[in-house]
Every structure is written in C-alpha cells, then in structure tokens.
C-alpha cells in the first residue's frame, strides 16, 4: 500500500463528522423548499460549507446533478443493450471506442481512465523481465480488454458490497426523530421516488462528499489532489451513484423483488455504467493530455481515490441504512444474507481478470 494513502479505518474522529455531515445533507434536502432549482441550493451549500466562490459553486453543483443524471441514463442503455441479447463486454467496447472519438483520447486510454474509476490500482509489472509488448486497440484486442473490463467490474462491484455487510445494518439509527428524512429515504429504498428527486438526492450526496474532501475529512492526501483538481467532480457523482443504488438494490433482494443473482447483474451494471460516465467526462476534461495524467499513475500502489472511495461508498451505504425506519432496515438485513453468497462466488472467480486488464492496460503505456 502507499505509505501516502489514507488508511480504510479513518480516525473515529473524521468518520463521525463525515457521518454527520451526510445525514445532515439529507435531512436539509428532505426539508428543502422545493420551488428552489436544485442546482441553486447545492451551490449555496458549496458557498456556505465548502467556501466556494458563487460562480464555482454554481458551476459544480450544474456538474454533480449532470454527472448523476448521465449515469443513470448508461445504466439504462446498458440494460436495454442487454435485453437485446447483447453482452455487457460489447456495450464496454462501443462506448469505449465512443469516447474515445469524442474526447480525442486513445481507446486503451479510456479504458485505463474507467479502470480508475471503478477503484482499481493501475500498477506496473514489477517483475517484467522485458519490455512488453505494446498492447494495441483493434477488432480482436478490443473484446479481450473489455471482457477483462467487465470481469474486473464485477469483482469490484462484489468485493465492495461484501465490504458493506456489516456497515449497513448494524450501526445506530439517525434521524429517527425527522420523519421527513425518513420517508425520503424510505420512499427512495422502495423504488418509490421520482428520478427527478433520485438524482436530487444522490446529487446532494455528492456535494456532501465533496465538502467532506475540502474539509479533510478524507484525509490530507486526499484534499490536497481534490484542491489541485486531480480528483473532479466526477469522483464524487460516481460514488453517491454507487453508494445509494447498491443499498436500494440490496433493499429490493431482501423484498423478493430481485433475486440474489438478479442483483448481482444490477450492482455491477450501476458501477460499469458509473465507472464509464466518470471515464467520459474525465477524458473529456482532460482531452490529449489524459494519457500523461494515466500514466501518472503507475506507481506500485493504490491512488489516494481509492481508498477514500471505499470509505465514502461505506459511509453512504450506511448512512441511508442508519436513517431508514426499521422494516426497510431488517429488508436491507435480509438483502445482504441472500445476496452475499453469490458476491463471494464472484469476487473468487473474477480475481483473476483484475490482473489481466491491468497487465494489458500496463503494457499500452510501457510498464
């Protein structure tokens, strides 16, 4: 691990205001005048809490409600893709190549930055005895790198729920007194809420992890690549994206409305389309220099994102848990028994496709 890396286990200290910080989000949008535009009042909350200037604030909050909408549109084209009888590797290889165009980065390039974004270290092959062979994007590469993709996607979806098992039911209720926050999170876990309310919510979710980050809550590292803008907004849209659609997908195995396997396929569709809306958007700021940022990098161990990302991902997971009322909360307790056995047959049989897509996406850069 890098020495400079956050640990997993942040100081009690920073975990109990990050914790507080969001469950205040979220009581703040339960009890919002909803006849203010969304983007106005998360800038506001930018201004006040995060010490952004009017302008910057507006601007990011425009980005966190655009990433959070883009991402829930790809998870809808994908499943569409799918039911089509299409595979989710080919999906990964047409927007790919989309990006790509659109961006002015290479293939593997993208397919290096949605590495990043679905919490994976880009490490080089120290033990290489020699120069490998440079791993080119064609007809025949392009299935191989993203089967490995989407292979190394549900390992990393399944390994990350797996994590949240004991974070997600067994901690102390919050909010129980603000019936507003409740029914919101409620209505939100039971699928009832409107997508223009969803987003609201896991866009206000964003703001609060970015403000978290300002705050350094997620540690120094941490806060010095947000303040340099090595990590963008788009980081932060991607894990409220993830962090609350997983515990809604695990709400609805422990209902009967998915079973387990179901699930499984819909966790990773949500991170595989999280992960490429961030690799979009990322290569599009970045444009001709993204490569050199990539490389950056491969560095033998674990970028500081990562890391702040599982504690995020746990710290949404359970802060929605925490504030549901107690038949949602035993739904998500009953989610988590049915669907971990088949998370675990998953992270076992995909561990070794992790190695392969980063080994490939190694060899494009040189390493």
């Known amino acids: 691990m890098n020495p400079n890396s956050p640990s997993t286990h942040a100081p009690q200290q920073e975990q109990q205001a990050l914790m507080e910080l969001l469950s205040h989000s979220i009581l703040r949008y339960a009890e919002r005048d909803g006849t203010q535009p969304l983007t106005d009042w998360l800038a506001h909350s930018l201004e006040q809490e995060g010490q952004l200037a009017p302008q910057a604030a507006h601007s990011l909050a ?9 991402s829930h549109q790809l998870r809808s084209e994908l499943q569409q893709h799918q ?10 290889a047409e927007k790919i190549e989309e990006i790509a165009v659109k961006t002015g980065a290479s293939p593997v390039e993208v397919a290096a930055a949605t590495t990043l974004f679905s919490d994976q270290a880009l490490q080089a092959n120290a033990n290489q005895a020699s120069q490998p062979a440079k791993l080119e994007w064609n007809r025949i590469t392009r299935l191989q790198v993203a089967q490995e993709l989407e292979q190394s996607q549900q ?5 990350s729920l797996l994590q949240q098992v004991q974070t997600l039911v067994h901690d102390p209720e919050l909010l129980q007194q603000s019936p507003k926050a409740s029914q919101l999170v409620d209505d939100y876990l039971q699928g009832k809420l409107p997508l223009n309310e969803t987003t609201g919510l896991q866009a206000t979710l964003a703001t609060a992890t970015d403000i978290a980050a300002r705050k350094g809550l997620l540690g120094e590292e941490f806060q010095k690549e947000r303040e340099t803008g090595k990590i963008g907004p788009e980081w932060f849209s991607r894990h409220s994206f993830t962090g609350t659609e997983n515990v809604r997908i695990i ?5 009967g409305k998915l079973n387990p396997t179901t699930a499984m396929n819909v966790i990773t569709d949500t991170a595989t389309s999280a992960a490429i809306g961030a690799a979009e958007i990322f290569c599009g700021r970045l444009g001709g220099s993204v490569g050199a940022v990539i490389a950056g990098f491969f560095t033998g161990g674990n970028p500081v994102g990562i890391m702040a990302g599982q504690i995020i991902g746990k710290a949404i997971g ?9 038949p949602v909360r035993k739904a ?6 049915a669907i971990k056995n088949v998370a675990g047959n998953v992270v076992r049989k995909t561990v070794g496709a992790v190695k392969s897509v980063g080994k490939s996406i190694a060899s494009f850069f040189g390493f």
Not at 155 to 159: E, G, N, P
Not at 251 to 255: C, D, E, K, L
Not at 318 to 326: E, Y
Request: no cysteine; hydrophobic share 40%; proline share 0%.
């Open 62 to 70: 425009s980005d966190f409600v655009a990433h959070i909408g883009r």
């Open 83 to 92: 039911q089509q009888k299409k595979s989710r590797a080919s999906w990964l």
């Open 155 to 159: 390992h990393q979806a399944a390994q």
């Open 251 to 255: 709400h609805a195995a422990g209902t």
């Open 318 to 326: 359970s802060t929605l848990a925490r504030i549901a009322q107690t």
């Open 332 to 337: 998500i307790q009953k989610g988590m028994e």
